[in-house]
Each structure stands twice: as C-alpha cells, then as structure tokens.
C-alpha cells in the first residue's frame, strides 16, 4: 500500500509540474452538438420514433476540445484554427472563453463551421448529423490570415510564460484547416517550439515535422504502414507479414493484409482455425467516416474503409498484439520520438526510442460516453512530455485522464482536480473562479488561513501587460501560497495616470492576469488606494513594484500594523507600460506610408 501511495504520489508531482505550461493548439476546429430527447412511440409514416426535444448541449470538438482539455488540465492553451462566421462559430467562441482557453482563431467568412449533431433516446445515439467537409478549403486570404494568427500567438505565449519556447499540439482531422501551405509553415518553423505532439487521419502528410509524440488510432497506424510499404522490419518480437497491393485504390487508402510470417502458422492450422463456426462475430462500431475498424472477437481479424487486416496468427493475437510490433517501423516512418497507437476503449500500446513496448488498458464503456476521450490523452500525453516526465509516466497520466472522463455521454473533459483525485491528492485548489468579488474573497483567504497557507496580496493598473510583469508577478508568488492581484477599475486609473488611460479596459486588464499561472486570483477596486482590501484581506506578505526600499511603500504602515511584512520587486530594465505606450504613439506617427489591411486581424479575446 505504502508503494501505490508513492507512486501516486510521483504521478501528482507531474500534474503539478504542468501547470501553466505553454501549449498552442492549431487544427480542425468543431462544434460537438448533443440532443437528448425523448421517445415513447413510432411514427405512422415510416418504423421510426417520434422524439420530443428535451435538452440540448454544445461543446467544443476536435482541435477545440484538445484545447480546452489542454486548459482543464492546468495548461495555458491558445487555440489557432479557422472558424465560421456563423451561429456555431459564436457558439464555438463561447465555449473556449468558458473553458479559459486564449482564443485566437481565424474568422472566415463563407466557410461553416464544421458541426456534429448526436441525436440521443434514452442515451442511445440514434443519429448524427455532420456539416463541414474537406471540400471547404481556405482560400488564399484565409491561409495568410491563418499563418499570422500562428506566428502572433506563438510570440505571445513565449512572452507570456517569460521566454519559454512553447509547446506545439497538431490536429489534423482532414477538414481543411491545415493546408499544404500551413503544414509547411509548421514544419519549416519547427524549432520554435519545444515539445510538438501530432494527432492526424493522415500522417503522411506530415513528413519533416519530427514530431516528439504522434497518437495514431490502429486504423491510422495500419494506414502509414500500408502507404510506406512495410519493408521495415522490427528488431525482435513477433514476426507478422506484411502485404499491400501496388498503389492506393481511387476510393481511399491501401488495402493490407496482416498474417504470420512465412513458416511461423503451419497452413492446416490457419484453414482450420478460419472454418471454425463457433467464432464471435464482430464488435466495436466501424464508422468509415472517421476510419474505426471493427475487430472479430477472437483477434483474427479486423475491416474498415480501404483496410483489412487479418492476422491468421491464431487465437491470442489482436491488435494491440499487432501495434506493439511494429512500433519501430511506425517511429521510423513518422519521424517521432514517441508513438502512442491508441486503441478505443481497449486502451493503448506505446513505444519510445528505448524500444520498450507500454501496454496501457482501459474499462469499456458505451461508445456514446467516449466522445472526445482520445483529445483528454493527447493532453495528457503532451503536457507530461513537455513537463520532461518519463515515457512510462507520460503513459500512465494520458490513459488515466482518457479513462476517467467517460463516465457519461458528452464531449470528454479530463480537469486538474479530477485527475488529482483520481490519484487520491488533495486538489489544492478551493473551488473558486480566478476572477472574483469582495465578498468570495473573503471566503478564500478564510479557507486558506484555516488551512495555515500564507497569503501574498499586490496591486496596480496591469494596463498593458509586458514580461516585467510577469516576472514581477511569478516573483511574488513564490513568496507564499496564494497570489491575489488587486487591479484599479477603469475610473481609478483615469484619475491615477490621465484622461487617455487605460489603454485596455478592466474585463480585459482582468481576464490576462487571471489567465497566468502565477496568480491565483483577481479582484477589481474603485478606490485610488488599496487600503480597504489590505484590511480585509490582512495579507502576510505585501508586494510593490520598483526599487526603492520598502519604508516608502504608503501602504507599509498598514500592512505592518496588520501583521504582515512588505516587499519591494525590481522590474524588468527598459520593461513598462509607459514606455511601450509611447513607442505605439511614436511608430503611429512614422510619416512612412503604410496600409492597414483588415484580413490580417483575428479574433483576440482572452479568457
């Protein structure tokens, strides 16, 4: 028992370690949309029920939910992808701003936003709809919108997390949000970035990228193998034939057959095996669409769109059996450090450059319950892997917080708490927004004092924030156990610094604060002093910028009369708001012709 609290422990330690991490998501954006009805008789116009609409939920999907995943989970997500400009494009925008990811994706104008619409009865699937289609390209425009939106909110995150190179997630679901241009820009940029995870239908497409984890489905997988023409070999384990018809066929990919090798199943045996009856017939649920396989019960084999496996290696093969053995060819063909062939609800088969296979398992649930399960892995997986954890830790983390969000039907969502208790660890966490009123941050402090945590309490106007800041902001944190940032409403800082201030209003001023990971809370004051807040909330520990000693801080007597301690931070040399004002003010009177070009622009709220 004392070694499974450790090892619990040791998997916490990582899901600490994340928090904040820098993470970019780019890709095939959706609208997951789910209608619960009711149904209590058929139609007289054709075997069909009559459904009575009860309730109806939208969430994000696809590259979206990676990147509220990705946020849940405790990282800093910014998600960059073309999005209609159309009621689930603003429906889109509202559940990353709920989920506290940095929305920057592209608007685009007669292009819709792709939907999936999942009609339920008694919590049965009995339909889905699907709108978006490869066919809906970006034109050129939308492509040099897309690639400044990239490079923007690349810098931004760098700057945001103190100069730290992001990490890079890719999703490409073949939707059209990544043409051949993007993917080169991804590619050609690939050293901006830290840590690259990829998640693709088609990994052929992205050669060149090396990317440090891929997280193909078996069906993805058998794919890559049959278009590379699976003459790689692996060193060792179970030796499976390979074989491929000359060419993809016009109506999707190769078509390959999988058996035991020449010599290893004597012919007799394999007939005999074939013409059993008492077989299981197929399970799982094949859906072209999205290129699942369904796999016969027994292991021997497996169909989908454009491909067929078949092991004819006896009883016990299956395809994690399968996956395992050719992990060496799949690294090599897609470049990858880690690859992670995921296998629904059976689980997944990893495998690293050390050439050691992790099998990882997971509960079988109603497929309704594992919608968006496979993003709560990439999540994981990647955040683990930037945060520098073992391969086997980076596995174990992405499977449980796959596994313990398919508890009901829904668009999976894994969150740091969960995943936290999962591991029997206290969350640390008390339940609060980030954002808050005077009154719940009286309840805060007064949990976290009951609790014996110290409480650093600062102020100021953040009206432009700049990489002072931020150090400013990470140093005053590691003074104590909560960080509360008191930020002067719009009125105050007018009557603090002028008429044409703040250049940023408070929600936005706000919003960026909360969204850093070293401030656990923010709360806005009308007063020109902070006096009333320092009293109610009696930090331990008072921090001021600048470099002057803390005797002529205002607020130190107060403070001090209170029982804390006060603390002056240096900024950043050359770093303020003032200054990066007066170059925006000096760069607009550049008497050298420029032209403002509105496509350029995206969509930049911050939650």
């Not at 880690?338 to 649930?365: F, I, K, Q």
Request: hydrophobic residues 40%; glycine residues 10%; aromatic residues 2%.
């Amino acid at each position: 028992m004392a070694g499974a609290a450790a090892e619990q422990r040791r998997l916490a330690t990582v899901v600490e370690s994340w928090l904040g991490r820098p993470v970019l998501i780019v890709g095939d954006a959706m609208l997951d949309e789910w209608r619960f009805a009711d149904s209590d008789r058929l139609c007289r116009e054709a075997p069909a029920p009559v459904l009575t609409l009860r309730r109806r939920i939208s969430a994000a999907g696809g590259a979206a939910n990676t990147a509220v995943n990705v946020a849940a989970l405790g990282g800093r997500a910014v998600l960059v992808a073309p999005v209609g400009a159309d009621v689930a494009g603003d429906e889109l925008h509202d559940c990353l701003d709920r989920a506290g990811v940095w929305d920057r994706t592209v608007n685009q104008p007669g292009r819709p936003t792709p939907v999936k619409r999942r009609m339920l009865a008694g919590n049965q699937i009995l339909l889905r709809e699907d709108s978006g289609d490869p066919e809906d390209a970006l034109d050129h425009d939308g492509v040099a919108r897309l690639l400044t939106a990239l490079s923007c909110a690349t810098e931004e995150l760098k700057a945001a997390a103190g100069g730290q190179a992001p990490t890079l997630v890719v999703c490409d679901y073949g939707l059209g949000a990544l043409p051949a241009p993007v993917r080169a820009w991804l590619v050609e940029n690939r050293q901006r970035y830290a840590t690259v995870a990829l998640d693709a239908h088609d990994l052929a497409d992205w050669r060149g990228l090396a990317p440090t984890v891929v997280t193909p489905s078996f069906a993805e997988a058998t794919r890559l193998l049959a278009r590379a023409g699976g003459t790689t070999r692996p060193a060792g384990g179970t030796e499976l034939h390979l074989e491929h018809p000359d060419g993809d066929p016009a109506d999707g990919p190769s078509e390959m057959t999988v058996g035991a090798a020449p010599g290893a199943v004597h012919a007799d045996d394999v007939t005999a095996e074939l013409a059993r009856t008492d077989r299981p017939g197929p399970v799982g649920e094949p859906t072209p669409g999205e290129g699942r396989v369904a796999l016969t019960g027994d292991g021997l084999s497996v169909t989908g769109t454009g491909v067929t496996v078949n092991t004819r290696a006896g009883e016990g093969v299956d395809r994690a059996v399968l996956a395992q053995s050719r992990l060496a060819e799949l690294r090599a063909h897609t470049g990858a450090d880690v690859v992670a062939v995921t296998l629904d609800t059976e689980g997944a088969v990893v495998g690293g450059a050390d050439g050691e296979p992790r099998r990882s398992h997971s509960t079988p649930v109603p497929a309704s319950h594992a919608v968006g399960a496979g993003d709560a892995y990439l999540a994981a997986m990647t955040l683990a892997l930037a945060a520098d954890a073992p391969l086997p830790t980076a596995a174990q983390l992405a499977q449980l917080a796959a596994t313990i969000t398919v508890s009901d039907t829904g668009t999976c969502v894994c969150r740091r708490d969960d995943l936290l208790a999962a591991l029997d660890q206290p969350t640390g966490t008390t339940g609060h927004p980030a954002l808050v009123g005077g009154v719940e941050l009286d309840a805060i402090v007064a949990e976290y004092r009951e609790a014996g945590r110290s409480v650093v309490f600062t102020n100021g106007c953040f009206d432009v924030l700049h990489r002072g800041h931020v150090r400013y902001l990470e140093q005053a944190r590691a003074l104590g156990d909560l960080l509360i940032v008191a930020v002067n409403s719009d009125g105050s800082v007018r009557r603090l610094k002028g008429p044409d201030r703040p250049v940023n209003p408070v929600e936005d001023r706000g919003a960026l604060l909360a969204a850093l990971a070293c401030v656990d809370h923010v709360v806005v004051f009308e007063e020109d002093s902070p006096a009333a807040l320092i009293e109610a909330v009696r930090p331990d520990v008072y921090v001021k910028g600048g470099d002057y000693p803390p005797e002529l801080v205002p607020e130190a007597p107060l403070v001090r009369r209170l029982g804390g301690q006060v603390r002056t931070l240096g900024y950043v040399p050359d770093r303020s708001t003032s200054a990066i004002i007066e170059r925006i003010r000096s760069h607009s009177q550049d008497p050298s012709p420029h032209v403002d070009d509105p496509s350029l622009s995206t969509r930049t709220q911050a939650s």
